[in-house]
């Protein structure tokens, strides 16, 4: 077997003496530095129950087709926590959306919304960043000139947004409420606190629009693909990987020994925060490149399939 193989099904995950395939495989990116004695680079020869647990939602956990959590995630979930381990959900939507998601569990898993923006727990903001309004209204209102494109401002109060196709705001008032339609977003979200700007092109491929706004201010806001033909923009220096390690921070936990699964670029940074990343086959270069391992499909429950392994 090709020691930098990182199949799933080559992955012994039971037992304190089992040997972890890929071990050794460098874990890259911006991200890869740890400071201190919990390298994360380390070798994982003696891995037993993660203190941590971290998933993206929309391709890794949630299926792009039907957005919904795999049946029997519950009793998974209840299995995490009964060990003793944390659970957290990182995503590019807001905390009420996350936390309607898991009713039953809302309260005791970690957030970490707005890809990173901010980090709660419990239906308490723990940490966050915000977008200056000077920024914020200037990319809006660039974004907002450019045809058959949707615009959202995240803010605490509420998520801003222009009128779009049903389909699209359907899709926008499930995941990003409480949702505020308006002629002009910019002005219905001043006085908010904006995490974050969605710029998503849902007609067909980029044209250039997005990814120009992107380029424009990239050097003063952290511009990173959600989704394909979704671009979203935070305050720079905000990502997942930033958000995961805070938490593992917070909780005294060694970053070699956290768990994480993500599918596309913007999950990268906290791939390479943890230890044991598994990126979802089929997923993005980006994300799989950062992790060290691949799970199954999203459409295939793949996380759920390492996670029953892992929680057995």
Sequence with gaps: MDSND??????????????????????????????????????LTDFDIPPLVVTDLDGTLLDYRT?????????????????????AVASGRPPASI?????????????????????????????GHEIPETLWAELAAAACQLPETD???????A????ERRPEDAAFFRVAYFPLVVAPDPVSAARGDCIRKVIVCRRDGPDDGGPEALRERF??????VSAEPGWIDFMPVGVDKGMAVRELQERLGVAPARCVCFGDWENDAPMLAACGRSYAMTGGHPAAIAAARFLAPPCAEGGE???????FN
């Design 218 to 223: 990239g050097d003063r806001l952290c511009a």
């Design 67 to 87: 957005r919904r959590i795999p049946d029997g995630f519950g009793k998974i979930l209840d299995r995490i926590l009964a060990a003793g381990s944390a659970f």
């Design 304 to 310: 759920v399939t390492v996670l029953e392994r892992l």
């Design 99 to 127: 936390r309607s998601i898991f009713p039953e569990h809302a309260d005791r898993i970690w957030i970490l919304s707005d890809n990173g923006a901010r980090l709660s727990f419990g239906g308490t903001i723990v940490s």
């Design 151 to 157: 615009v959202v401002l995240v803010g605490d109060a």
């Design 6 to 43: 990182k199949s799933f099904d080559s992955v012994p995950v039971t037992g304190s003496d089992a040997p972890v395939t890929g071990s050794d495989a460098p874990v890259t990116g911006s991200d890869a530095s740890v400071t201190g004695s919990d390298d994360i680079r380390q070798p």
């Design 159 to 162: 998520c801003y947004a222009r």
